[in-house]
């Protein structure tokens, strides 16, 4: 009878570890995969102030420019709540425009990326004259500080 409670005891720990490794493997998975927009969003809200580290894919589906910066939108409506927006820093997008002209950014109309980086919750701040008016939303960015990080997948 001793002999029998040992190999049930034995029998239960090689599943547990059998399971665990599984369980391992698959978070080490799930890690490695591309993030939508809607994921962006959610974990960096789950994260906020944190920002989410990972590798983003969109459909660039709106584009804008202010402040030397350049926008690239997961949505045609960049105040959409769904919307990730990749924020291409000044010195980043003077290099974008000056190897393809000032076409850089409509370069990424229409097409799929894939950019590493971190996405960020971001408050956003209704103004009149310059002035905050106590209302706001928030929107989910992704900096550009080197060319590296984004790259276009297809041409959607």
């Known amino acids: 009878m001793r002999m029998k409670g040992c190999i049930v005891v034995l ?23 591309d993030i939508s927009p809607v994921q962006a969003i959610q974990r960096s809200a789950d994260a906020a102030p944190r920002g989410v580290a ?12 202010d402040r030397g910066s350049a926008y690239l939108n997961s949505e045609a409506d960049y105040r959409d709540q769904r919307c990730l927006t990749i924020e291409i820093q000044p010195a980043v997008y003077a290099q974008l425009r000056q190897a393809q002209g000032e076409a850089a950014l409509s370069f990424y109309a229409g097409k ?45």
């Not at 990972?54 to 420019?65: A, H, L, N, S």
């Not at 894939?114 to 310059?130: K, L, P, Q």
Request: some cysteine; proline content about 1%; glycine content about 12%.
């Open 112 to 156: 799929r990326i894939r950019v590493r980086g971190e996405a960020v919750r971001t408050r956003i701040d209704f103004t009149v004259g310059g002035r905050p008016t106590g209302k706001y939303y928030y929107q989910t960015h992704v900096a550009v500080t080197d060319r590296s990080q984004i790259t276009v997948i297809d041409e959607g």
């Open 54 to 65: 990972g590798v983003f894919v969109m459909e660039v589906r709106g584009t804008g420019e």
């Open 11 to 33: 029998a239960l720990a090689l599943a547990l570890a059998a399971l665990s490794g599984c369980a391992t493997q698959g978070a080490s998975r799930t890690a490695n995969q």
